[in-house]
């Protein structure tokens, strides 16, 4: 599985242009099998290479001459509940993070809060980073969602492959920056419940398909 190593180790170098990412913080997996891919702990993305990828296994084991990501607990644990998630991206992106060290969650100040599942962004309870608590906050602020903030940390996201996964987590720190923006301005008028309801109706049938 040589191309999806690389394939990994290229969206974890987009991170830092993209805005998302500086030195080694943050991480990304994909689904490989019964297991997945992760970026190593501690590497800066710039150096990695194929052999640097470590394989784990649902059960907390892995494969490799690297450890793998301290966090691998909640990309773990979302491989193993949610069938459809094919890659996990963590990230410590400006506004997601001061949003997060508010511990708020984000309203449905615009509709493309929608894109991510619900009608708000959640923002999961704090809990030490590595740990498997964390996952299960993580976990219930992901509920039905595509996204979440983890609390004084940074922000979360699956997609169904690499290239959504990353798209997404570009979309919710513009997301979490606008927001930032326009509170700055005053309070933002929020979409009410039957708004966003149509507009995840609409979502529904959105794109190619």
Not at 2 to 8: F, I, S, T, V
Not at 20 to 43: E, Q
């Amino acid at each position: 599985m040589a191309d999806l190593r690389a394939d990994l180790i290229a969206t974890a170098r987009a991170m830092q242009p993209a805005g998302l990412n500086r030195s080694t913080a943050g991480n990304v997996s994909v689904r490989s099998g019964d297991g997945f891919y992760i970026t190593p702990t501690g590497m800066a993305y710039g150096s990695l290479i194929e052999d640097d990828i470590p394989l784990m296994a649902l059960d907390g084991s892995h494969a490799g001459k690297r450890k793998p990501s301290s966090e691998w607990r909640f990309h773990r644990d979302l491989y193993a509940t949610r069938p459809e998630v094919g890659a996990v991206l963590h990230a410590h992106s400006p506004f997601a993070v001061s949003l997060a060290c508010l511990r708020l969650d984000i309203p449905p100040f615009h509709y493309m809060i929608a894109r991510f599942g619900g009608d708000t962004i959640r923002c999961a309870e704090y809990s030490i980073f590595g740990s498997e608590s964390l996952s299960t906050v993580a976990m219930a602020a992901m509920a039905g969602r595509k996204a979440c903030l983890l609390a004084n940390h940074g922000m979360l996201v699956a997609g169904r492959d690499l290239n959504e996964a990353l798209a997404l987590a570009i979309e919710l720190e513009e997301l979490c920056e606008q927001y930032w923006r326009a509170c700055q301005l005053g309070q933002p008028v929020l979409l009410s419940a039957e708004e966003m309801a149509a507009v995840l109706e609409k979502f529904k049938g959105y794109g190619q398909q």
